[in-house]
């Protein structure tokens, strides 16, 4: 694993990250071809490794187009950290999760990726938190 100082580098996979995401297609560059996927929801953990398996386990939660409106990025010693508010449609309801992704970048590509969701909350559970809480930021 080599040190990433460079924020341009960061910034550029960190935009990749956020493309795979919404569309489920993996951006030239965006992985090494070893890479090593850590994916954790609630009560539950999956892992894959290489480019193809890793799609295909975003392929398996989430199969259809969406939409990041909101992220932040923080660049680290050994790569990045990217907060993402993730929005789709499937099967007519709306769905939202929020994620913590931790990347580790070699060679100018992500090499190791954890990702943290909250679980996926259909509209029923956006409107019961909506109802029930007040954030103080969005």
Sequence with gaps: MTTLTDT??????????????????VPEGLFTPDVFL????PQWRLQAEGIDDC????????????????????VTETGFV??????????GEQWYCRELLRADVSDGAISQLSVYC????DSAQVARHRASITLIRP
């Design 82 to 91: 990217l907060e993402v508010e993730e929005e789709w449609e499937a099967g």
């Design 55 to 74: 799609a295909r386990l975003r392929q398996l939660g989430h199969s259809d187009p969406s939409r990041v409106p909101r992220s932040r990025l923080d």
């Design 38 to 41: 850590d994916f954790t929801v």
């Design 118 to 121: 909250t679980g996926d909350w």
């Design 8 to 25: 341009t580098t960061a910034a550029d996979l960190a935009a990749k990250l956020v493309t795979f995401l919404e569309t489920g297609a």
